[in-house]
């Protein structure tokens, strides 16, 4: 799959491994795959955004913080904590509830992090090659003969509620999104 892969969606692909090792993550996720799309200007995924009226420096202070693991909340993201509170549920009740204990993220399989060191591969999560894998999906359905960064982009927020509620945290939807990348970017 990685041939069909455009330059500038490769360089995503490299430029998410060098965000999470700098945030000493230990295993790449779909928000460091948003963030490196929105972090190249020139890319046809950040032009979208761009051209939809998104302020890129937002964006990517957004996906931070609603992808950023809360330790004193078992490793739930903003996201997590929206969800549960669209459902009328306390995260913070319902944490101690469960007995989660502060710092406990590294045990829900999401927030864990380490240092990395050096250079090196870091790992995907299964999260982030579902969001590659739809990132196909969504160039298949478009006809185009590549995988780009504005599939990418697709991939992660049809996988990531995080990323998604960040973008429409911005105004702007999947189906925005879609619509402006068939159009032509």
Same mark, same amino acid.
């Given at each position: ?6 330059? =500038?969606?490769?360089? !995503?692909?490299?430029?998410?491994? @060098? *965000? !999470? ?6 295993? @790449?996720?779909? !928000?460091?795959?948003?963030?490196? @799309?929105? %972090?190249?200007?020139?890319?046809? +995924?950040?032009?979208v955004l761009t051209d939809l009226g998104v302020d890129m420096d937002g964006l990517a202070d957004e ?5 950023q693991h809360r330790d004193d909340l078992g490793g739930l993201t903003a996201a997590d904590v929206d969800?549960?509170? #669209?459902?009328?549920v306390d995260a913070t009740e319902l944490i101690g509830r469960l007995g989660v204990p502060a710092g $406990? $993220?590294? #045990? ?10 050096? %250079? +090196? ?6 999260? $982030? &090659? ?14 185009? &003969?590549? *995988? ?11 996988? =990531? ?10 105004? @702007? ?9 068939? !159009?032509?970017?």
């Open positions: 799959m990685f041939e069909r892969f455009s330059a =500038d969606a490769r360089s !995503a692909v490299v430029r998410a491994q @060098v *965000i !999470a090792r700098e945030t000493r993550a230990a295993r @790449v996720e779909p !928000a460091h795959l948003a963030l490196a @799309v929105a %972090g190249d200007t020139r890319s046809p +995924g950040a032009r996906i931070r913080r609603r992808a969800a549960l509170s #669209s459902l009328g $406990a $993220a590294g #045990s829900t399989g999401r927030g864990s992090r380490r240092s990395r060191g050096g %250079g +090196g591969h870091i790992p995907f999560t299964p999260t $982030a &090659k579902t969001a590659l894998e739809h990132a196909l999906r969504e160039a298949l359905r478009l006809k185009d &003969k590549h *995988i780009g960064s504005e599939h990418v982009l697709l991939g992660v927020i049809a996988v =990531d509620r995080d990323v998604n509620a960040a973008l429409e945290a911005h105004g @702007v939807t999947y189906a925005d999104l879609f619509a402006r990348i068939d !159009a032509g970017v």
